[in-house]
């Protein structure tokens, strides 16, 4: 029996389902490697379902002189709005000023005013905000979104849920985007260029046979000419544990974490919050009836060790927007938290705030077998992280040109302004929608919510009710094209629709995934 008989042979083998994963995945089988991707869990099932769920440039990384970043953040917002703009939307941030706004200890900004200006003591002056909102406006060549203004919060209406002292803000842009949803449709994309998408099936060795790698993985072996570790807050222990490679190469990982209360305000503008201690902090819409605000920047030390937001963390965190808001935000106004590990390159910086956001590519191609170990980097700049990986690997693997730029993920064939025009033809072919029920379908699954309801004249047609305007028909769904296997799958990474339903429905839900 041949080699190729007794192990399947592919181009490459991805460790890791979240956002970097996927999206190397995807970007690889579209060039015509022979792509497999295995996931320990579900997709999406760690960091890449805890961000703060945002497209952005990284405003505050400009502090830390971070301009290749910010720049390249900048640029890709629009490229991903275009390709998404089902799960990816505009959002307009308003940025309350006041004068005891402070750097995060030890910034390169701030030792340079201490010197230059040392009566500042430490502030963020309006002049130096408003310098960084210009480039931040400049540096991405922005063409979709509008760029900054000022305002009266005495006059606007942003500033009614604000305490009164607050005179001014800049407005300035950035986006929202669903993150699991991201993932998802990053590997379902994947697979429909030929890629093999395994998940719940973990890689638990690896070695090199005739200068190829043997990949033993879900209790059988296959054979790759590259490996990419894109284990995220396992990186370090891929590489030592199942790869047994010794790298000065190394994650860090940051806790960070954010909690969810009852909508604080009513408009769809978000809050970016500076605090006296140098952190910063966001107030954002949240599944319609939410206010979702965070995040936080701790140590963390084991990435088995699930995170979870901590008392003093949601203590910090409502007392941080109760600095800003007229109604404070109390620990028991809170419904919900959750929290993430990022998996940050490890530069050595003093604090976990400072810890650079860029991603880090390490290619080892020793004894002809290469393997690249991916470290941090942020969901906006992640199908720019799959490019510069696959130029890495380009000297070691036939495959075509990029390709990913502008590209629609799946159900994002249409218009960035399309959703509300994409809503009302919904309702017009399945007259029982109401529009919170087809705006969310729009949002979650863009002109493939018209193949879902396919055929349904009522909404009886759309099988059991778990409640929450969640179908079996959309269920099933979500396991024949989506890869959900229980209700954490359903309800909490490909929907958020776990925080408007009671226990007895997602019971309900658990048992239907179980018996299916």
Known sequence: MSDSAAFPVYDLVIIGGGINGCGIARDAAGRGLKVLLAEKGDLAGATSSASTKLFHGGLRYLEYFEFRLVREALIEREVLLRAM?????????????????????????????????????????????????????????????????????????????????????????????????????????????????????????????????????????????????????????????????????????????????????????????????????????????????????????????????????????????????KRPVRPEDVVWTYSGVRPLYDDGARSATAATRDYVLVLDAGGGAPVLDVFGGKITTYRRLAESALAKLSAHLAMGPDWTAGVALPGGDFPVDGVPDLVADLRARHLFLTDGWARRLVRAYGTEAAVMLEGARMAEDLGEDFGATLSQRELDWLVRHEYVRSAEDALWRRTKLGLHMAPEQVARVEAYLGAA
């Open 85 to 325: 703009p089902h799960i990816a939307w505009p959002m307009r941030f308003v940025l309350p000023y006041h004068k005891d706004m402070r750097f995060e200890a030890e910034t390169p900004t701030s030792r340079l005013l201490s010197v230059f200006m040392p009566w500042m003591k430490g502030r963020r002056p309006a002049w130096l905000i408003r310098l960084g909102l210009f480039l931040y406006d400049h540096l991405g060549g922005r063409k979709i979104l509008p760029g900054t203004e000022k305002l009266d919060l005495a006059h606007a209406p942003e500033g009614g849920p604000l305490q009164e002292h607050f005179r001014t803000a800049y407005e300035y842009s950035d986006c929202w985007v669903q993150d699991s949803r991201l993932v998802v449709l990053n590997a379902r994309d994947a697979e429909k260029r030929g890629a093999t998408i395994l998940t719940r099936t973990e890689v638990t060795a690896a070695w090199v046979e005739e200068g190829r790698w043997v990949v033993s993985l879900g209790g059988r072996e296959v054979r790759a000419k590259a490996i990419v570790n894109a284990a995220g807050p396992w990186a370090s222990a891929v590489q030592k544990g199942v790869l047994h490679r010794e790298t000065r190469d190394h994650v860090r990982l940051v806790r960070g974490s954010h909690i969810v209360t009852p909508k604080l305000y009513d408009h769809d503008k978000a809050y970016f919050f500076q605090g006296t201690d140098g952190r910063i902090i966001f107030a954002i819409p949240y599944e319609q009836d939410f206010t979702l605000i965070g995040t936080t920047d701790a140590e963390h030390t084991d990435p088995d060790q699930k995170p979870r937001c901590s008392e003093a963390e949601r203590d910090y965190l409502c007392a941080f927007a109760s600095g800003y808001f």
